[in-house]
């Protein structure tokens, strides 16, 4: 059986991870795996090399991918629909698994509509996949943001400033929310609960009236505040698979504060800093049970299917069920309940 693999979309800490657990799992079996380089531009434009066990040697502890990676659509134009089907037929290609996101996940469902043997490994730091519980790379993107927030304490405290910290998170807030409430944020603001600018303001005072005078937010860069329905942006470009690129909550919310309470305000970009650097021990173990029971399914003939953990138990579920609900693209949004956790700590 002839493995290709690529990793998609953003990378994350933890892809290492699956890829070697990926090759060593098709090794016992007898598998050859091919790795295509760069996401799906790999195989428009075919860019491959063999994986053996020496190839993934020694790449567990790193971050970021040994494929590279890309945010190629190959469905955005109708002619590489052709080609791509041409090119997996070329490269002698059995089996296409795709370790990434929804947009990843999705090609992967529409290739299997095309009689390909597919098998997705889901990643995004975000935690937004629907059909998993989590998703590797989360929990280390949650210890970047915590860290960061422990740092800021100190700075903010000494400086009576207020520090509003701008998370990754497009539709969903798990990042924010658990960074949030294990760094100790003043206030979380996330994508699924809309925010008043004033009452925000008001938090404030109400801290610092009480003689704490520093206050930290912990905000999602898809958070809105209640009287707009667009996101916040900092510019109209779009990636290949049409989603806007985000940033500049941050910044506005600092404008906002520091105009309507007179407190100096800060905003910290952690942007890129929370999917780079090595996966955390949780990670790497997530990563590499995905990877092994990935190559378990091509062995066992289970084809257009998503590896997912349910609990403690890594599962396998259509690949639909991933990325669609209702025949519409759907997101794992925050379990409120950790909201309600956050909010008794709250000013």
């Known amino acids: 059986m002839r493995i290709g693999i690529l990793t998609g979309g953003g990378d994350c800490p933890g892809l290492n991870a699956v890829l070697r657990a990926v090759v060593r799992r098709a090794d016992k079996y007898g598998f050859h795996v091919t790795g295509i380089r760069d996401g799906w531009k790999g195989l428009l434009e075919p860019d491959t090399y063999h994986l053996d066990a020496e190839a993934v040697s020694g790449i567990l502890h790193l971050g970021g991918t040994i494929l590279g990676t890309s945010r190629t659509n190959p469905f955005a134009k109708p002619e590489n629909e052709k080609k791509l089907l041409e090119n997996i037929k070329l490269l002698d290609l059995e089996v296409i698994m795709g370790v990434g996101g929804d947009d990843t996940l999705g090609v992967l469902n529409k290739l299997s ?28 993107a949650v210890d970047r943001v915590t860290a960061a927030i422990d740092n800021l304490h100190s700075t903010s405290e000494a400086h009576h ?92 919310l600092a404008e906002k504060i520091e105009e309507k309470t007179g407190f100096e305000t800060r905003h910290v970009v952690l942007g890129h800093l929370q ?18 029971k ?45 909201m309600e956790l956050a909010e008794t700590f709250f000013a």
């Open 275 to 292: 999917r780079g650097g090595s996966p955390s021990a949780y990670d790497r173990i997530l990563g590499t049970r995905y990877g092994i």
């Open 113 to 140: 509509g095309h009689g390909i043997k597919t098998i997705g490994i889901p990643k995004t730091i975000d935690n937004d996949l629907m059909g998993t519980d989590f998703t590797f790379g989360f929990y280390t």
């Open 294 to 338: 990935a190559a378990d399914l091509v062995h066992e003939g289970k084809f257009g299917r998503m590896v997912a953990l349910h609990g403690t138990e890594i599962v396998d579920i259509p690949l639909s069920e991933g990325v669609m609900a209702g025949g519409e693209k759907q997101y794992k949004l925050l379990d409120m309940a950790y």
């Open 161 to 252: 400033r207020v520090m509003v910290v701008e998370i990754m998170g497009r539709h969903a807030g798990w990042i924010t929310a658990f960074g949030g409430l294990a760094g100790g944020a003043d206030l979380i603001l996330v994508p699924e609960k809309k925010f008043k600018i004033e009452e925000v303001c008001e938090s404030i005072k109400r801290r610092f009236a009480k003689g704490r005078k520093f206050f930290i937010i912990a905000a999602s860069e898809g958070a809105k505040p209640d009287e707009s329905e667009a996101l916040i942006t900092k510019t109209t470009k779009r990636d290949a698979f049409g989603n806007v690129m985000l940033g500049g909550i941050g910044e506005m």
